[in-house]
Nanobody, 119 residues
Framework: QVQLVESGGGLAQAGGSLRLSCAAS????????MGWYRQAPGKERELVAC???????DYVDSVKGRFTISRDNAKTAVYLQMNSLKPEDTAVYYC?????????????WGQGTQVAVSS
């Protein structure tokens, strides 16, 4: 099947930057949606950003102007550039890929990568 491998999490100071990467274990032709979610301790998982196959992008209000999502269809990868980090961005970040056609039809999640922002 398909596995998503994430990297790029870690510790940053407030105002700093981190870049998250998520790549699929096999090539998938133009997934319908690729995105990033996060879950902070004691809170529900929330959508951070997503990008469709057609390039439409959406962000949660709290990260607009600070985070940028992008995708590389040739690599079946999605990225999240996080700038001007705040302590409230601390969470485990998960990538998600939705495939609606072909042999890999389904919803896939990464294993999660920890992001910690110190004040």
């Amino acid at each position: 099947q398909v596995q998503l491998v994430e990297s790029g999490g870690g510790l940053a100071q407030a105002g700093g930057s981190l870049r998250l990467s998520c790549a699929a274990s096999r090539y998938i032709s133009r997934p319908a949606v690729m995105g990033w979610y996060r879950q902070a301790p004691g809170k529900e998982r929330e959508l951070v950003a997503c990008i469709t196959g057609g390039g439409s992008i959406d962000y949660v209000d709290s990260v607009k102007g600070r985070f940028t999502i992008s995708r590389d269809n040739a690599k079946t990868a999605v990225y999240l550039q996080m700038n001007s980090l705040k302590p409230e961005d601390t969470a485990v970040y998960y990538c998600k890929v939705v495939v609606v056609s072909g042999p890999y039809n389904g919803v896939y999640w990464g294993q999660g990568t920890q992001v910690a922002v110190s004040s």
